[in-house]
């Protein structure tokens, strides 16, 4: 049932303040500032020995690792990071005893995750599960973890999911922080801002017309490319993959620093640039990666806090904590992508090559 929608893809964009709110929901305790993760099976004690995080998913669970890594040093100042699952999985890893691993997976279902899982469990590691489907195969083979709380996601790209994906690990690395040197005050902060994101994500969708109408410009587009800095990054490799499975238009994500090494050279009237420009300490390099692109006439569309003035266009979104900014960031991308491949006529709940859940290696 799409419940009015014209696409499951549609429908589960337009539930994401909803799912927020379920992912939010019972976990936040405001006496001590933090959140209690039921299935978690980590006490105190043994988060504190954990000495370094590895996140493991693939596609936009890889994507949403990628945030989840980042949440987790700045909040909980633990080393983290994120690496495609069968990357890590056929590269002989070092199995390290203080590590905690973390698998990310919307289906549970993901054969290279689920290897991942089963590989690290007979070397004695603990794994812990960012699941959405609930009795899952990772979710049963993982010592413990977050539930996602989606709700079922029917489209075979990942929208809402990838939100709530994003949101648990905020709820993680606020439990690992303030169960290490998170403040009070910082801990409260980042609530309040949890708290910020579904009416925010509702003022994002109600500007679905605006980018309606920037989609209808860049559909006649053959290639896009799209750039973010730090937490800006995984969001332009998330947007880029969007656009790709759906509209079929090529795209390729840089870190905005990278241009320089290379991708420069691409630049030219004929390939739009989509910039992702928080309002944070790297905004002033963000701008100018903007002027060298404007400077080769490239059309740039940012989505930022506040008008580009070297963009074409801007989509401003709401601001909230800065650790938190990069989940607003990437839902518009959701609508331009969406509204790209409907202008292509493109069969959007099913993208040609594409499964929903990919259960062979
Ligand atoms: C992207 C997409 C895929 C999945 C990937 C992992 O829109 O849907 O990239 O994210 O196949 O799937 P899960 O999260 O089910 O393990």
Redesign the pocket.
């Known amino acids: 049932d799409m419940g009015g929608h014209d696409t499951y893809m549609h429908k589960e964009i337009s539930e994401q303040p909803d799912a927020v709110d379920r992912v939010l929901r019972g976990r936040i305790d405001d006496r001590f500032s933090t959140v209690h993760l039921g299935g978690l099976n980590l006490d105190a004690r043994e988060a504190r020995g954990v000495r370094r995080i590895k996140i493991l998913?693939?596609?936009?669970?890889?994507h949403a690792g990628l945030i989840g890594a980042q949440l987790i040093e700045e909040l909980a100042r633990i080393p983290a990071d994120a690496e495609p699952a069968s990357e890590f999985r056929y590269r002989n890893p070092v199995v390290d005893p203080d590590t905690l691993y973390v698998a990310?997976?919307?289906?549970?279902?993901?054969y290279d995750?689920l290897a991942a899982v089963q590989e690290l469990k007979r070397k004695g590691a603990r794994v812990l599960g960012v699941v959405?489907v609930v009795g899952s195969a990772?979710a049963r083979e993982t010592d413990g973890g977050v539930y996602v709380h989606a709700g079922p996601e029917v489209c075979?790209?990942?929208?809402k999911?990838?939100t709530n994906t994003v949101v648990s690990f905020a709820l993680l690395a606020l439990h690992l922080g303030r169960i290490r040197d998170l403040s009070v005050a910082d801990g409260k902060r980042i609530i309040a801002g949890l708290r910020r994101l579904p009416e925010q994500i509702s003022e994002i969708l109600a500007t679905e017309g605006d980018i309606e109408k920037l989609a209808a410009q860049y559909a006649q587009a053959s290639s896009m490319m799209f750039i973010g800095r730090v937490r800006g990054y995984p969001v332009a490799l998330e947007a880029s993959?969007?656009l790709k499975?759906i509209s079929y238009i090529h795209a390729e994500a840089y870190p905005a620093s990278e241009l320089k090494h290379g991708p420069l050279a691409l630049i030219e009237p004929a390939l739009p640039t989509v910039a992702i420009v928080p309002d944070d300490d790297l905004l002033e390099k963000n701008r100018a990666a903007l002027e060298e692109i404007k400077a080769r006439s490239g059309p740039i569309l940012a989505v930022a806090h506040q008008e580009q003035e070297k963009a074409d266009h801007t989509i401003v979104v709401p601001k909230n904590e800065t650790e938190l900014d990069a989940i607003l960031m990437g839902i518009p991308l959701q609508l331009l992508a969406y509204h790209t491949a409907l202008a292509l006529g493109r069969d959007i709940d099913k993208p040609r090559n594409?499964a929903?859940?990919?259960t062979v290696e």
């Open positions: 998913g693939c596609g936009t669970s890889y990310v997976s919307q289906s549970g279902e993901t995750v959405n990772i075979v790209v990942s929208t999911c990838f993959l969007k499975e594409l929903k859940s990919v």
